[in-house]
């Protein structure tokens, strides 16, 4: 299964996968006006894969499949301590 993979020029870390290179017509308008104009990155085969760097392989295949396009979001801010400002003393 090739894949071709879009970075979004809105959201950092956002990434559009869809079987068709530069064919967009299966997206959601509102996806797509959201995601901004798709800047192509890269092309895989995820046959010759076992696993991808931040998401399970298995259900970009799933969505790939039956949506023809998967959107990988951008990572979770895991600890908030890091946005934090220092209190006053």
Request: hydrophobic letters at 35%.
């Amino acid at each position: 299964m090739i894949c071709y993979i879009y970075r979004s020029i809105k959201k950092t870390e956002m990434y559009l996968y869809t079987l068709t290179r530069d064919d967009f017509s299966n997206i959601p308008e509102g996806l797509i006006k959201a995601f901004g104009t798709p800047e192509f990155s890269m092309v895989i085969n995820l046959t010759k894969r076992d696993k991808l760097a931040r998401v399970d392989i298995a259900l970009v295949k799933q969505h790939l499949e039956k949506d023809g396009f998967y959107l990988q979001m951008p990572p979770t801010i895991l600890n908030d301590q890091n946005f934090l400002t220092p209190e006053d003393d």
